[in-house]
């Protein structure tokens, strides 16, 4: 079983930055993809990026490509999602995402509680 707790999130100026983290319980980080999901309000839960196991390979929608940036930390069995220039669009619950295995699939084993992010002035 895996755990994921998000920190950060909160209200957050159009064009401004923010820095989302997840930890995962347990001593399998390095086993885990990780990835990032969102849920704007009365829409689905849509893709946002995601990392490899192994830290190598990341993936992005197009629609935050070059806003974006996901890393991790095995260290601290931590991922982070970094978000600069934000728009209003962006407003959303964010999720942590985890599966086991060198890249996320759908439908995705493990869940964070998702903060929320609303982008407003």
């Known amino acids: 079983q895996v755990q994921l707790v998000e920190s950060g999130g909160g209200l957050v100026q159009p064009g401004g930055s923010m820095r989302l983290s997840c930890a995962a319980s347990g001593r399998t980080f390095r086993s885990l993809a990780m990835g990032w999901f969102r849920q704007a309000p009365g829409k689905e839960r849509e893709f946002v990026a995601a990392i490899s196991w192994s830290g190598n390979s990341t993936y992005y929608a197009d629609s935050v490509k070059g806003r974006f940036s996901i890393s991790r930390a095995n260290a601290k069995n931590t991922v982070y999602l970094q978000m600069n220039s934000l728009k209003p669009e962006y407003t959303a619950v964010y999720y942590c995402?985890?599966?086991?295995?060198?890249?996320?699939?759908?439908?995705?084993?493990?869940w964070g509680q998702g903060p929320p992010v609303p982008v407003s002035s």
């Open positions: 995402a985890a599966d086991f295995g060198p890249i996320i699939t759908i439908p995705t084993s493990y």
